[in-house]
């Protein structure tokens, strides 16, 4: 079910009606669960926030925490719990056991479960049918490993010799459903690992030996007794008497028994990292002043660091759930409605009138939306970003998810460079000419020209009087010989005739890779004719100004098409050529949009063959 990595479309908040409905869905959905079970799963006084993908799939979780449930529809019918809320209440659902910790690699690799892997009670088959939702666990641990929907009744099964398929798997530890929403936080989730391929020196008696001392084991791990890693190997000497041997291997057993008891107590806790956190946060609740202090410093975090010049126009609910709620540390939950603002439109608007944004009301979606940022603003210029620290991770030979992300995202900005028509107004108010600026540095850079020449009209203040320099630098050469040059200009019109007479450049990034080019952005070219044999072809070019190497696509779309591609060099050596064998044209512009994230606007869609 998620073997792919899909981007979420959008992330909100349930609302108190949405939350109730969910609550009566999975009281219906999943019958085994008490109110107290939901409770611990979705507590009532913790924000719920639903996020929509865009395979239709619907994951809710505690804002700020971890997935605890996916609909696989968006509908509400089709309800699954993830891994992580079956740590928390482990029986929420029927469990199948399987035979070994072997037949486990299989599960957690992605396999669905065979009838052969799983091991029967004395007392016989469960009884089931058809499309209920079982999880799927190891020997010797609590902690289901997947979930999924059976394929046939048990009846069924028996009839079948317990052939055949017996649950088909829709989500498991460490899938990408995991990894989508950053992987939420795993207590010692090495200690997991080695559980679930169960070692070999590890004696049933030791495992339940282990479980049954879990809160001593935790309290020894919180206090920093427990200093050697799960995993790391352990000496012994295998060259001495048999006496001494077996003592080693008891003392290992023992050594083995102590590190699971230490990191078990954390997997069989009810209370999760988030829960503390919002424990925390009960007994020491933010103050209205607290929380108006902490608006002001996630806006000017987002300000500086993620909200760009090129993105604005934005809606004042795209500023809060990508912007300013993303910036808010870690373990807080940051609510409007406790601030003295009570609503995020007046909350917008008093910092309009501060002069550090420009706001302004859509009569239409009834909602405010961030026209622009002084960032010559002095509460812009005193705040200093917090840098965020990023984990290191153990480098492997395979790419994380996050890591395919960011090949895949895409930035592109149009820049401009000085001319010689504009060499003089950016050195009359002392800005660098060899720079690169946005088009609204360059509007600024004029009309902060037109402020220290005081050339405002003073009796219409949205006209500006045209002095010899800013004249030729927005005229000479385009006026026709004979013809008059003006004297006047519109402030309106002003800072777009200054950024045409500019050097067009554009900035393309992707992941860590960046490049400036002159001149506009070419785009991508798809295009579908007939060959010989009345057979199509799609033709793609123009992939080297976006990043994206020819050779890679052409490899990814053999799979995803099950067709025949090739990559061609194009005529003067301007780059390459993919082709792709049948009329994709339509799928191809779909993937190049949703998969490497170019704009629709960069691709030119051409069908001869509709002629």
Not at 305 to 334: A, E, F
Not at 521 to 531: A, D, F, N, V
Request: hydrophobic content about 35%.
């Amino acid at each position: 079910m998620f073997k792919k990595a899909v981007e979420a479309r959008s992330h909100q908040r349930l609302s108190g009606a949405d939350r109730k409905k969910l609550k009566r869905n999975l009281k219906d959905k999943f019958p085994r669960a008490s109110d107290s079970d939901i409770d611990a799963l979705l507590p009532p006084k913790v924000e719920i926030s639903v996020s929509k993908f865009q395979n239709r799939v619907h994951v809710y979780g505690v804002e700020g925490g971890f997935p605890i449930f996916f609909d696989i529809d968006g509908r509400g019918t089709d309800i699954f719990p993830t891994v992580f809320a079956l740590w928390k209440v482990p029986e929420l659902l029927p469990s199948f056991m399987l035979k070994g910790g072997e037949v486990s690699r299989y599960i957690i690799g992605g396999a669905d479960l065979m009838f052969p892997g799983i091991s029967i009670p004395a007392e016989g088959l469960p009884s089931f049918t058809a499309g209920e939702t079982w999880a799927v666990k190891v020997p010797g641990n609590p902690a289901p490993i997947a979930v999924g929907t059976t394929t046939m009744s048990s009846t069924e099964a028996l009839k079948a010799g317990l052939r055949g398929k017996a649950l088909k798997i829709t989500h498991y530890y460490r899938d990408l459903l995991w990894e989508s929403v950053e992987g939420p936080y795993v207590p010692n989730a090495g200690f997991y690992e080695d559980v679930v391929f169960e070692d070999p020196t590890l004696s049933s008696s030791q495992i339940s030996e282990s479980y049954a001392s879990t809160t001593e084991g935790s309290n020894d791990q919180e206090n920093g007794s427990n200093e050697k890693e799960i995993g790391q190997p352990v000496d012994v000497d295998v060259h001495s008497e048999p006496s001494s041997t077996s003592e080693a291997q008891i003392e290992v057993g023992d050594e083995i028994a102590k590190e699971i008891t230490a990191h078990v107590g954390d997997l069989k806790v009810t209370d999760d990292h988030a829960a503390d956190q919002s424990n925390g946060e009960d007994q020491h609740p933010l103050s209205t002043e607290d929380v108006d202090v902490l608006l002001e410093k996630c806006l000017l975090q987002a300000l500086h660091t993620t909200i760009k010049d090129k993105d604005l126009p934005m809606p004042g609910s795209t500023l809060w759930s990508n912007h300013v709620l993303t910036c808010r540390p870690s373990g807080i939950t940051l609510d409007i409605k406790k601030s003295s603002y009570k609503k995020l439109s007046k909350w917008l608007q008093a910092k309009s009138s501060t002069g550090l944004i420009s706001v302004k009301e859509d009569k239409y979606k009834k909602e405010s939306v961030l026209l622009s940022v002084n960032r010559k603003h002095s509460d812009y210029s005193s705040f200093k970003p917090e840098k965020r620290e990023v984990e290191k991770t153990v480098q492997t030979g395979v790419a994380t998810v996050s890591e395919r992300r960011s090949l895949k995202m895409l930035e592109v900005a149009e820049i401009y460079k000085s001319s010689v028509h504009v060499n003089p107004i950016l050195a009359s108010v002392g800005a660098d000419t060899g720079k690169l600026y946005s088009a609204s540095d360059a509007t600024d850079i004029v009309f902060t020209y037109v402020e220290k020449e005081n050339l405002v009209k003073p009796s219409d203040k949205s006209i500006v009087v045209l002095d010899p320099i800013l004249c030729d630098a927005l005229f000479k050469g385009a006026i026709k010989k004979g013809a008059m040059y003006p004297t006047e200009i519109h402030k309106g019109d002003l800072g777009a005739a200054f950024v045409n007479r500019m050097q067009a450049h554009h900035v393309v990034t992707r992941g860590s890779e960046s490049v400036v080019r002159k001149g506009g952005l070419k785009t991508i070219q798809i295009m579908t004719e007939r060959r010989q044999g009345n057979k199509k072809v799609t033709k793609l070019s123009g992939l080297e100004s976006f990043l994206v190497d020819p050779e890679a696509l052409a490899s990814e779309l053999q799979k995803k098409f099950a067709c025949s591609t090739t990559v061609a060099e194009l005529p003067g050596k301007k780059g390459h050529e993919v082709l792709v064998q049948g009329g994709v044209i339509d799928d191809l512009a779909k993937h190049m949009i949703e998969q490497y994230g170019i704009p629709k606007r960069y691709i030119e869609v051409l069908d001869k063959t509709r002629r």
